[in-house]
């Protein structure tokens, strides 16, 4: 199977995305998949990711090798962030044949909170506030990136701290069932179907 991820900027998200990913795929039972993270064309941001034409283009020139499409973006504390998905969806279902599949995830509410859902974090953070947070890149992801040291590392810790989350996949599994889960269950259904 492939997967290619969409991600809303790759320059910082693939480092989140693919290792994460590739857990889940080995935690559905495909551990050979092999998971894509689109860099061809930049998006460059969630205003762009978001509009069908930029979905569509990457759609019609990646479909010949994929049989998943995975769009992950920031929430950003937007309520209606899921809805633009669920059409985003249909739109692509509408031109894709029935063994290819987009599915849309927004993170709740960036993807650096799927990253510390990984780690073990100070005692004095309480993950409720950690989720609720409209900015936890800001208030909870770059300090503990500073307390581990690994800023300067590729993607301003990104690819470190998630590569160590990943082993770590069932503990996101379960801190984050609002979207890691479901979209852990809707790419299994697919899977099944």
Request: glycine residues 6%; aromatic residues 8%; contains cysteine.
């Amino acid at each position: 199977m492939n997967v290619l991820v969409i991600p809303e900027d790759f320059r910082k998200d693939q480092y989140m995305l693919k290792p994460i990913i590739m857990v889940m795929m080995e935690a559905i039972g495909k551990p050979k998949t092999k998971v894509r993270v689109c860099q061809d064309p930049l998006l460059g941001g969630v205003t762009e990711a978001l509009k069908w034409e930029r979905i569509e283009e990457i759609i019609e020139r990646y479909k010949g090798m994929v049989n998943l499409f995975l769009l992950c973006v920031d929430r950003d504390g937007k309520e209606g962030r899921k809805g633009v998905l669920a059409k985003i969806e249909q739109q692509a279902a509408n031109i894709l044949t029935t063994s290819r599949l987009l599915l849309a995830e927004n993170a709740w509410q960036e993807i650096e909170v799927w990253v510390l859902a990984g780690h073990d974090l100070p005692v004095d953070w309480n993950w409720q506030s950690i989720r609720n947070e409209a900015n936890p890149k800001e208030a909870y992801f770059l300090p503990f990136a500073a307390q581990r040291n690994v800023l300067d590392a590729p993607g301003e810790g990104r690819k470190v701290l998630a590569e160590e989350a990943a082993r770590r996949y069932s503990r996101i599994r379960q801190l984050c069932l609002e979207d890691i889960a479901v979209l852990e269950n809707r790419i299994n259904s697919y899977i099944a179907g």
